[in-house]
């Protein structure tokens, strides 16, 4: 029997930081799984090299289940971000050797293609109504079917979602920058950019919005129905999701339909958003959500309710989790949408993939397991950068979500 031999933890800054955990069998093969919690990261270096990583040596990495039930249950402290990452790089890891040994990529073990390829949609930005304008038409005439967009608030300095460089990578600065957050600026001003774009380019492609958190249920409610003739795909994260009982309020006040979860990490935590169909879509991912294993518990609660999946993809989910995401995606019944923002050339120096973007679909070569590589003396030029993600503060200094 084949067993696990060696579990490593590499932490590097290719363009941004990663962590990621590469494990190896006796018979020599080996499986990655991306373990990178954005601002956060030693700490899940630490919970796998000093807790997980001495407890899989020998292990049947066969043993899939077992192994997350072992790590999850074993642990006594349940779920949280940091648990979950750590658990869901396990899971991935020896997803993508199963996926070796068998010869087959991981989707066909998850029961094969469901579709052709995979919808995605990336973000579209800009400091100010005209350059946003200027950005969706750029990703319209790439060829994208789905577009989020962003722009700052007038008076407001630092905005969630602006881009400043190639992508948008909000993790910027060794400590949290703080940025001004008024929500009565941000309801009088987003819904009349989010017209502007549909006015500018009609409702022939999907518009979506990531509210980010920052409102309370009766606001959330308010902005809702103030977009409801801009026939949103979703507005995103409304409202903070910890309880989440909060998003029975919007429901009683509009049906522009509503996507959270990037930032839960297990299917208690969105339970009764799926069961009570208090959201259209979950975000949770194969990153912080447990791998490969748990994200298919909550895709399969979530399909009993017609509630699609709509995962978190940003650049701080590395090449690996993209690789991962896709591999699901391809073949839950309830898929919805898959969130892709190109990572920059640094990341695909150290990361090669074999996910491809055409007409706004991803797709995937036949390589067995998740078709990913890692090329860790390239990732030892770019040496782990620390940084924070921002935080919001209400223009009386009083802290706000972020
Ligand atoms: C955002 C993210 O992509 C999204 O939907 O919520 O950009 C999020 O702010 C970052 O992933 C945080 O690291
Ligand atoms: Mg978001």
């Known amino acids: 029997m084949s067993t696990i031999e060696r579990a490593e ?41 000093d807790h997980l990583v001495p407890l899989l040596i020998g292990r049947d990495p066969a043993r899939i289940e077992d192994i997350w039930q072992y790590l999850y249950r074993g642990a006594y402290w349940r779920r949280g971000p940091v648990t979950m990452t750590a658990i869901a790089a396990v899971d991935v890891a020896l997803w993508d050797i ?3 040994v068998a010869g087959l990529p991981v989707y066909q073990l998850l029961g094969g293609r469901s579709r052709d390829g995979v919808l995605v949609y990336s973000h579209a930005s800009g400091t100010d109504v005209p350059s946003l304008l200027d950005d969706v038409a750029r990703f319209r005439d790439l060829g994208y079917q789905a577009i989020r ?42 819904p009349t950019y989010l017209a502007a774009v549909r006015e500018k380019f009609g409702s022939g492609f999907h518009l979506l919005h990531d509210v ?36 029975r309020l919007i429901r009683q006040h509009t049906t522009t339909p509503i996507a959270t979860g990037e930032v839960l990490n297990s299917i ?55 690789a991962a995401a896709v591999h699901v995606d391809l073949t839950v019944p309830n898929f919805g949408i898959q969130e892709y923002m190109p990572h920059v050339a640094e990341t695909m120096e150290v990361f090669r993939t074999g996910v491809s973007l055409a007409n706004g679909l991803l797709d995937l070569d036949e390589t067995p397991g998740l078709g990913v590589e890692y090329d860790e003396k390239a990732a030892e030029r770019f040496p782990y950068d620390p940084k924070y993600l921002p935080v919001a503060r209400r223009l009386d200094g009083s802290v706000h979500d972020w």
């Not at 930081?17 to 080996?30: A, P, W």
């Not at 905005?159 to 949290?176: F, T, W």
């Not at 959500?289 to 748990?294: Q, Y």
């Open 9 to 49: 933890v590499f932490v590097a800054s290719p363009g941004r930081n990663f962590v990621t955990l590469r494990i190896t069998t006796s018979d020599g093969v080996t499986g990655l799984g991306d373990a990178t919690l954005n601002g956060r990261e030693l700490a899940v270096a630490s919970y796998l090299r």
């Open 98 to 100: 199963k996926g070796k």
């Open 149 to 190: 967009a962003q722009t700052g608030v007038p008076g407001l300095g630092g905005s969630y979602g602006v881009r400043k460089g190639v992508v948008y990578e909000p993790a910027n600065s060794s400590l949290p920058d703080e940025q001004p957050w008024s929500t009565e600026a941000y309801l009088d001003f987003a």
């Open 212 to 247: 980010h958190h920052r409102l309370t249920p009766i606001e959330a409610a308010r902005f809702g129905k103030s977009v409801e003739d801009l026939r949103l795909f979703w507005m995103e994260d409304p409202t903070p999701a910890e309880n989440q009982e909060a998003f």
């Open 268 to 322: 208690w935590d969105v339970k009764d958003l799926i069961t009570e169909q208090l959201i259209d879509y979950v975000r949770t991912t194969v990153v912080h959500a447990g791998g490969i294993t748990h994200l298919r518990r909550i895709f399969d609660l979530a399909a009993l309710y017609q509630v699609r999946t709509g995962s978190h993809g940003a650049t701080d989910l590395s090449p690996i989790s993209l």
